[in-house]
């Protein structure tokens, strides 16, 4: 079946090239959606009208509303009812539905997206993500090490998932790429409710239970009104920890709710206040290891990646003559868990552990303007400012029976080493993009940002280290010596440099657009938490240096969009050629495992990535997306292969092909009632877990060195609609296919592999989607 279906996609992407996915999801179910902007003042239609297949989906990649098919860009979007009919919760389905996309998924909160190939491994642990992530106009990607809540996608205007580099509007963080999560505004005129329930089995015994509600009242009208939502996961887990005894204990609560309120008290000018709150609690990591047999997995206490999440906003818009000034304030208020079961670094010889507890406090403004007037010339203006405080709590850990067995005193509890650390990071930068249009059929867009990031890291004084290592390795007993850490301030890091971009777009007919676009994009410095510390295990082992400098991506992209037949037919392709340099790294000290950032060599990816959707009678629809990819390291130096453990011509951690298909298939039964059926296929190549040798020893290959598996995840649903409401019997992997679909690599886990969740069967039930 593999092997079929990949010559299938490979035949297709040849034969046919491709769409946005988000074209595909309503015609065979109705009832249409469309965009609406912040002001509230556009209302969706009817629901239950049948779509036209000429409908079109507006996006604001470009800070702008313009047709998908119009921008310049790879992007795909995604809105509400697509994703409902899809179960789409979270990153997972997503990453299923882009072309180029690969979400390397440990576990809950734990994601880390790569795009086109721009990745040395699926972890990026100490390092700045690739792809930046916002919600609204709040950046919520990270760097590694890190938990990031996997947001609930319930009620929201649009996901739209830009590929390519994004730094001239999205920031530093957008290095290959920038997912936009844009929630939904209250509707000024009218009362409305939705709500959707989503019960399913995992495997046997595992129960999945989704709610989601949504009340949206307007106040005074089309003056004020309030848009309510909440929702409450509680999904059982479906692996067993056989160090813990726990059965079925990745078992994830989820629940929050925001509500928003949205005021126009004169034509000209909106304001947007948000409030939100997610509580993400996975009991237990989903990595497995498949040498104790299928769904197991082992650690000492359960690995945790809790993540809690406030968000306030206020959005104010105000609208010239010319143009509209948007003006965004935002507070996050993120707390987060990363408990991990270290021990397999010694083979499992000693008890050996982290709990570390983070807090971020991040402010982030951001203010442009954007021209509304006719002509040739159009305008997006900016400034942004972001100011994180992250406290990170280290605390290492042996065990107390561990402790007791071998007869080592002198511990308050079971943590040989606290540390409490902080660090600062901010980032200053002003963009804009000009665009010129010569004629309606060719115009130029310019973009520049020129941004200042700084981050500096602080030890406070409290916590302590010991010789534990020492006693538990030589099976010495006795009290330890405690050594308090005294307070220090790390070298500030800096970065300063521009983003460039520059594209031109030409329609030889008015149904195709075709662009070239050039695009720079980078990553802020990276400081490492433990910089000057000396191994106490070897002392002659590398010294942690202060952190990493910026990589720098140049990036060369061209492609055609096109619509055929009254939107029948919608293909969309582009080929790109990628130069990544003084790429950021992570690197571990083989003594005591201890990771930090550095820079090494060059890599370039080249590929191409298509989509299509095609209609070829009413209630079918037929859609496509394929990508392949071929990222390589091309430059290094014999002591950035030593550090890094990389070498030339290795491929980077992403699949040379994947792709997805679908087949919806809708029909009226009689008058209000419709159905529809519709088949999903994921096919995803393997790809290297990491680099292939032991960082620090060029010479070794890395013991946790792996390929994923090559997959297909093949799911199935059939749905009855009815004027208000939706049901839904579904099925997500079919097959029961367990593939491994990432590969943790470092050695500290003894459970490493992620795989597919099991076959799940389930019923939805939705009203107003």
């Given at each position: 079946m593999r092997v079929s279906y990949s010559a299938s996609v490979c035949a297709g992407a040849l034969a046919v090239m491709s769409v946005s996915s988000a074209f595909a999801q309503d015609v065979a179910t109705p009832p249409a959606e469309r965009t609406s902007d912040q002001s509230g003042q556009e209302p969706h239609r009817d629901r239950g009208a049948t779509e036209s297949p000429t409908d079109e989906i507006v996006v604001t990649a470009t800070r702008r509303e313009e047709r998908i098919q119009d921008v310049p860009i790879s992007v795909t979007a995604f809105q509400q009812g697509e994703m409902t009919r899809e179960g789409i919760v979270g990153f997972e389905g997503i990453a299923r539905e882009t072309p180029g996309v690969v979400l390397n998924r440990p576990t809950q909160n734990f994601n880390n997206f790569t795009v086109r190939g721009i990745a040395t491994n699926g972890y990026g642990a100490n390092l700045q993500s690739t792809v930046a992530v916002y919600i609204d106009e709040l950046p919520v990607s990270t760097i590694g090490n890190t938990t990031v809540v996997d947001p609930n996608l319930f009620d929201v205007e649009r996901v739209e998932f830009l590929r390519g580099p994004q730094g001239t509007l999205f920031g530093s963080g957008s290095l290959s790429g920038a997912m936009r999560i844009l929630t939904k505004s209250p509707n000024l005129r009218n009362f409305d409710t939705a709500a959707v329930v989503d019960l399913g089995l995992t495997g046997k015994d595992s129960f999945r239970q989704r709610y989601n509600a949504m009340v949206n009242?307007?106040?005074v009208e089309d003056k004020l009104a309030l848009r309510a939502v909440g929702f409450y996961r509680d999904e059982e887990g479906y692996l067993d920890n056989v160090g813990t005894g726990v059965k079925n204990s990745?078992?994830?609560?989820?629940?929050?709710?925001?509500?928003?309120?949205?005021?126009?008290?004169?034509?000209?000018?909106?304001?947007?206040?948000?409030?939100?709150?997610?509580?993400?609690?996975?009991?237990?990591?989903s990595l497995t290891s498949p040498s104790l047999g299928r769904e197991k997995r082992v650690s000492d206490q359960p690995d945790r990646f809790t993540g809690v999440q406030t968000i306030l906003n206020a959005t104010i818009d105000y609208d010239f003559d010319f143009a509209r000034l948007t003006s965004s304030s935002t507070y996050s208020d993120f707390d987060q868990k990363f408990y991990a079961d270290l021990a397999n670094t010694f083979g499992g010889a000693i008890a050996f552990g982290l709990d570390a507890n983070a807090y971020d406090k991040v402010f982030v403004q951001e203010t442009r303007l954007a021209s509304t007037f006719e002509g040739p010339l159009q305008f997006v203006v900016g400034g942004f400012y972001l100011d994180r405080?992250?406290?990170?709590?280290?605390?290492?850990?042996?065990?107390?029976?561990?402790?007791?067995?071998?007869?080592?005193?002198?511990?308050?509890?079971?943590?040989?080493?606290?540390?409490?650390?902080?660090?600062?990071?901010?980032?200053?930068?002003?963009?804009?993009?000009?665009?010129?249009?010569?004629?309606?059929?060719?115009?130029?867009?310019?973009?520049l940002r020129y941004g200042r990031i700084t981050a500096q890291g602080f030890t406070e004084a409290g916590g302590y280290n010991s010789d534990y290592f020492v006693a538990a390795l030589t099976g010495r007993r006795g009290p330890l010596t405690l050594t308090p850490y005294q307070a220090a301030e790390g070298r500030e890091a800096r970065g300063s440099k521009p983003s460039y971009k520059l594209s031109a777009s030409f329609k030889p007919v008015d149904h195709i657009t075709t662009y070239a676009t050039f695009a720079t994009g980078y990553r802020g410095p990276v400081i490492n938490a433990f910089a000057g510390r000396v191994s106490t295990?070897?002392?002659?082992?590398?010294?942690?240096?202060?952190?990493?400098?910026?990589?720098?991506l140049k990036s060369y992209e061209v492609g055609a969009k096109g619509r055929w037949l009254d939107g029948r037919v919608t293909i969309n392709a582009a080929a790109y050629v990628i130069d990544w340099s003084n790429i950021q790294v992570q690197a571990n000290r083989i003594s005591d495992a201890v990771q930090f950032a550095t820079n090494v060599g060059a890599a370039r990816s080249k590929g191409f990535e298509v989509e299509m959707a095609v209609v070829p009678t009413t209630g079918l629809v037929l859609g496509l997306n394929a990508a392949y990819n071929d990222a390589k390291i091309t430059e290094l130096t014999a002591a950035e292969a030593a550090i890094s453990g990389a070498v030339i011509g290795h491929r980077l951690s992403a699949p040379r092909l994947q792709g997805s298909s679908s087949i919806t298939y809708g029909f009226d039964l009689k008058p209000d009632w419709n159905a529809n059926f519709a088949v999903n296929a994921q096919y995803v190549g393997s790809f290297n877990s990491s680099f292939p040798n032991v960082p620090g020893n060029p010479r070794a290959r890395l013991p946790t060195f792996g390929e994923t598996d090559e997959y297909v995840n093949l799911n199935a649903s059939v749905g009855l609609r009815h004027g208000d409401w939706f049901g839904q019997l579904y099925?997500?992997?079919?097959?029961?296919?367990?593939?491994?679909?990432?590969?943790?690599?470092?050695?500290?886990?003894?459970?490493?592999?992620?795989?597919?969740?099991?076959?799940?069967?389930?019923i939805r039930l939705a009203k107003g989607i």
């Open positions: 009242v307007p106040i990745n078992t994830l609560i989820d629940y929050g709710g925001r509500v928003i309120l949205l005021g126009r008290p004169t034509d000209r000018l909106s304001v947007r206040l948000l409030a939100s709150y997610e509580n993400s609690d996975p009991k237990d990591s405080r992250r406290d990170v709590d280290f605390f290492y850990r042996s065990s107390l029976p561990f402790l007791q067995a071998r007869g080592i005193t002198g511990l308050p509890d079971q943590y040989y080493q606290k540390q409490y650390t902080h660090q600062f990071n901010r980032e200053l930068a002003g963009f804009g993009e000009v665009t010129y249009r010569f004629s309606p059929q060719f115009w130029l867009t310019g973009g295990i070897n002392p002659a082992d590398v010294v942690i240096p202060d952190g990493a400098s910026s990589d720098d099925v997500e992997n079919l097959t029961d296919d367990h593939s491994v679909t990432y590969i943790h690599p470092e050695a500290f886990f003894a459970s490493r592999f992620g795989t597919l969740r099991p076959r799940t069967i389930g």
